[in-house]
Structures are given as structure tokens and as C-alpha cells.
């Protein structure tokens, strides 16, 4: 079935019943051509109410957990009479409360312990979704539209990474063949959950904060869709945060490499696994806004046509720069560097940039400041010999760093494009850190003092004329 539409819900698409009208108006339309799957977010900051209330279960305090329960309950249970005929709102009430009940129960064990396993925390959070499907999938069917909510730990098998499992492509492949297939082609359009997962021997996972951008093209790659389209509360993709750069445009239509690019260097359209995959079959990805439906919105695709170049800035203010230097020269610079390495990995923290020098056998990377206390601990402790008898030197943190990307295809070929940038920098008295351009060479990133981060951005958009159509 090559004619098979994808659709992603975020949050704030889902945020209402008014929203999810809209939502459900966007199926139908799209129904009527051919047919859909679709995969939503809980109700806009739903994922962030469910976390707190665990919080609050672990630290035992009842009050902070019944406060958050009841405004759980308040908000969908007023979605759900707002959006559902009547004849339909006992049964989804029924099922809300059958939902709510499985959380409160969850809560309630953490309570009891006064600790959050992760694997509980990702049985409890994926409950957000779970709301949402229900409620997207009766509201459809009311309107005539044949529809039914899937939970997705049926249908994406991962990893045991809770809280940021990856899944495993090929048995994802076998279960969503066979529990959606057969929906899809007796005239079903399956509502499934955004988020979350489970492993194969069916413990609850999630995929990471925003993940269900990447369940939907998980479930877009396996299902041979022809279209993904992700809608948010966004234009499209656009050459530079507006809210940094006026000027700021949307780009009609950008590489997969691009995207992906961006958005793991701070562009918050997509969540940055998301375009993964797609890449085999070159599935083409839309980013729409379901709040302003005549934009066109951006394409992401194998490959545009047209002129290469730098496309677009991103920017990071929460990072922070580390740096490793050895003391002693007989210390082995690419050994201390593996180490260091592993050691980050251990922590789980993402390396964002990278940058060394030989001479002075010492190295600095880019992290974001919410990983730095792990990274650190994992660090201290991998290198606690060294530190201790002096071979290395302390290990450095500057948290008063930004950092920018310039992404484009084909950058290697603009001459003097590096020398540019710089210059735009400098020209507003900014200064320069480190520098590092990818082998790719699809993205230069600087990292700059913070306070100079913002005029930066500005700075490269005009020089590089981002917010100008090729
Ligand atoms: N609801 C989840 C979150 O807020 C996943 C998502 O919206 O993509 O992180
Ligand atoms: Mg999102």
C-alpha cells in the first residue's frame, strides 16, 4: 500500500478539544484521498504535569500528587466532553478513569518506595499519549471517520534504555505489520501513541523527551509509507530562530542531512533521531503548521535542487565547554582522549562538539549544562588516578559559552565561506572559543562567550543572506 499518509500530532495540535477538532478536520480531508495513520503527543505539557507528579510521589508528598491528579483528570475530562457527542462520553470517560487509575497505581508504588525506577517512570509518562490517542480516535470515529487508538509498546519494540530507548527496527517491522496492517486495510485508521515503546519482552519504554516525532517516522519507515507529515504549532523548518532573528524565513525545502543537522544543534522543530528512519526508503517529511493551515510549510527531502549553501543558523545557550588537558608529556594524548570518551558515554551525555589540539595534548568538547554534573562525575572518576598524582590537569569547565552551527549541503564548496562567518563575529565583537567543522562539512560550529551568542546569530543570517530566497 504505497499510498499510505503518515501524520504526527505534537502537543499543542492536541491541545484542546478545539485543537484536536482541528486535528481530526485534517484526517478526514486527508482520508477521503487515501489512507492514514496517525501518531500523537499527549495534550500540550501533560508529559511535564505526569513527571512532576512522580517527583512529587517519590518525595512523599501526597498534597503536590492529588493537586496534579485532579487537574490531569480536569483536563481531559473536559477535552472529552467538549469534543465527544454523549452518547459517546460515558464509554471514553469509562477508559479515561480505566488510564488514570493505572498512573494513580504507579504513583502510588513510587510513593511506597520513595524512588523512581526508570522503567516505572516510562510505564507512567507514556499515559499522556495514551489519553490523547483515546480521545483522537473516538473523536474520528464520531465524526463518521472508522478509527481506533493504539498503544504503541504493541507495536515499536526497543531497547531496555528507559527513558531513551532506540528502537529495533526489524521486529518493530513484524508487530506493526501485523497489528495495524490489518486496520489500515479494512478501512481503520489506527491513532497511535507518540513516546513510548517496549522491549521484546514487553517492558514499558520511551523514546526520549519529544520522541513522538520520531515514533511517527519509526512507524512511517515500517508501514513503506509514501508521506510523513509532522504537524506542529510552527511554520516549517526556518533559516534562524525568529525570535533571535526578525528576519528569521521559512525554508521551503531542505536535505534529510540538513534537518537532522539542525535539529541536533538546537532547532526545535524535530526531534533530532527523527529523519533516521526515513533515509533507506527517502520517504519525503513535511513539517506544517496544524495553527496557520495556508503555510506551506517545510519539505525535507533526499535532495533539493537549486543552489547550495549555508541554509540556516541554529544556536544553544545551556551548554557547556570541558576541557581535558594532560599535564604530563608522556601521557598518551589519543589514549587520554578514548578515555575521556568512554567516560561520556558512560554518563549518557551527547558530545555536541569536539575540538583538539596535538601539541598541547589537550582536547575541549561541548555538552549540555543539564549533562554536565553526570559527565563530570563519570569523568572525575575515570581519570581519578591521573587527577590524584597530578598527570592531568583539572579538568576545566567554562559555563559561560554558546554555541552556533551554520548547516548547509555543499558548504566545503562556497570559498571563503569559513572566513565569512568569522569576520561576521568579530565584526560585532564576539568572541570566538573553538571551532569545529564537521568531515561532512555540511555544518561549521562556533562556540562563542554567551553573551555574544545572540548578536552572532544575528550577524551570520544577514551575512550569509539566510532570510533571502536563492
Ligand atoms: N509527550 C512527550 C514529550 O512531551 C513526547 C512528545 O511530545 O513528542 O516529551
Ligand atoms: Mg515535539
Known amino acids: 500500500m504505497n499510498s499510505l499518509l503518515a501524520m504526527k500530532f505534537g502537543g499543542t495540535s492536541m491541545g484542546s478539544a478545539e485543537r484536536m477538532r482541528i486535528a481530526g478536520g485534517i484526517c478526514a480531508g486527508e482520508r477521503r484521498q487515501r489512507p492514514v495513520v496517525v501518531v500523537v503527543s499527549a495534550m500540550s505539557k501533560i508529559t511535564d504535569l505526569l513527571l512532576d507528579t512522580l517527583r512529587h510521589a517519590e518525595g512523599g508528598d501526597r498534597a503536590g500528587m492529588e493537586t496534579n491528579l485532579r487537574l490531569l483528570e480536569e483536563r481531559h475530562v473536559n477535552a472529552c466532553r ?5 452518547e459517546r462520553r460515558v464509554k471514553a470517560l469509562n477508559e479515561i478513569a480505566a488510564i488514570l487509575g493505572e498512573f494513580r497505581r504507579i504513583a502510588g508504588g513510587i510513593e511506597m518506595l520513595g524512588e523512581r525506577p526508570p522503567r516505572s517512570v516510562d510505564e507512567a509518562v507514556a499515559v499522556g499519549e495514551r489519553l490523547s490517542a483515546l480521545l483522537m480516535a473516538a473523536h474520528l470515529d464520531a465524526e463518521g471517520i472508522r478509527a481506533e487508538a493504539v498503544n504503541a509498546a504493541e507495536v515499536i519494540v526497543t531497547d531496555p534504555v528507559f527513558g531513551n530507548a532506540t528502537p529495533l527496527m526489524e521486529p518493530t517491522r513484524q ?8 486496520l ?8 497511535v501513541t507518540g513516546f513510548n515503546g517496549a522491549t521484546v519482552d514487553g517492558r514499558p519504554t520511551t ?21 510523513l507529515w509532522i504537524w506542529t504549532d510552527v511554520d516549517g523548518i526556518m533559516s534562524a530562530d525568529p525570535r533571535l532573528v526578525p528576519g528569521a524565513r521559512v525554508i521551503p525545502e531542505i536535505t534529510y542531512a540538513e534537518a537532522a543537522e539542525l535539529a ?9 533521531r527523527t529523519l533516521a528512519p526515513l533515509v533507506e526508503k527517502g520517504i519525503p517529511v513535511w513539517s506544517k503548521n496544524s495553527f496557520n493551515l495556508a503555510a506551506p510549510g517545510t519539505k525535507i527531502v533526499p535532495q533539493v535542487g537549486g543552489p547550495d549553501g549555508p541554509r540556516a543558523v541554529t544556536s544553544m545557550g545551556n551548554v557547556a565547554l570541558v576541557s581535558v588537558e594532560a599535564a604530563d608529556p608522556e601521557l598518551n594524548g589519543s589514549l587520554v582522549m578514548s578515555r575521556a570518551l568512554a567516560a ?4 549518557n551525555a551527547e558530545l555536541l562538539a569536539m575540538t583538539s589540539s596535538s601539541y598541547r595534548q589537550s582536547f575541549c568538547f561541548l555538552i549540555r549544562r543539564a549533562e554536565l554534573a553526570a559527565a563530570m562525575a563519570s569523568l572525575e572518576t575515570g581519570f581519578s588516578l591521573e587527577l590524584a598524582h597530578g598527570y592531568m590537569k583539572p579538568i576545566q569547565v567554562d559555563e559561560n559559552v554558546g554555541l552556533l552551527a551554520v548547516v548547509g549541503e555543499g558548504m566545503r564548496g562556497t570559498q571563503g565561506l569559513a572566513g565569512r562567518i568569522f569576520t561576521a563575529i568579530s565584526r560585532e565583537n564576539v568572541n570566538i572559543i573553538a571551532i569545529a567543522q564537521g568531515s561532512s562539512e555540511l555544518t561549521i560550529c562556533v562556540v562563542v562567550r554567551r553573551e555574544g551568542l545572540e548578536k552572532a546569530v544575528r550577524a551570520i543570517h544577514d551575512e550569509c543572506q539566510l532570510g533571502v530566497a536563492p
Open 344 to 347: 561520556l558515554a558512560q554518563s
Open 175 to 182: 508487530k506493526a505489520r501485523a497489528r495495524l496492517m490489518p
Open 264 to 272: 541536533y544543534n538546537g532547532a526545535k522543530v524535530l526531534h533530532p
Open 184 to 191: 489500515i486495510e479494512s478501512g481503520v485508521l489506527p491513532v
Open 82 to 86: 467538549e469534543l465527544l457527542p454523549e
Open 207 to 227: 523514546l526520549g523527551r519529544g520522541g513522538s516525532d520520531f515514533s511517527a517516522s519509526i512507524l512511517a519507515g515500517v508501514l513503506d509509507a509514501s508521506d
